[in-house]
């Protein structure tokens, strides 16, 4: 199995970015916890899972995304660090920003399927209205 790390640049990012949230690594609780799930008997033996928990806000975060312990460690860190994002700036957070672009794509969805059922309503009422005026005329 090759080795897998993460770049000095990803990681000097990482850490800039959980200083300027004010995290630091002696408030973290690191635990690495034997795998489990998919994977095989390889995964269920080494405890390649990252359990991490900020102390100060009582937020935990378990990661197994991947085999290897140094991409669980980094992504886990990543994991926090967009949660205690998200508690902080609540709603400039950029998941939360995220998540606030879905749901005005899924209204504009919802009113592009009402204006074609409407469409489809008022031609079918026009159809009618053409069969009416026949009867209308003869009274």
Known sequence: MSDITVSDAKQKQLAAR???LGIDEKDMDEKFILGSGSGGQKVNKTASCVQLKHLPSGIVVKCQK???R???RFQARRELADRIEEKI???ESARQQAREKIRRQKRRRSRR???KMLEDKKRQSRKKERRRTVDTAEN
Do not use: H, I, T
């Open 70 to 72: 140094v991409m669980n």
């Open 66 to 68: 991947s085999r290897s």
């Open 113 to 115: 399927q009402k204006e």
């Open 18 to 20: 959980m200083a300027e």
């Open 89 to 91: 700036k609540g709603a």
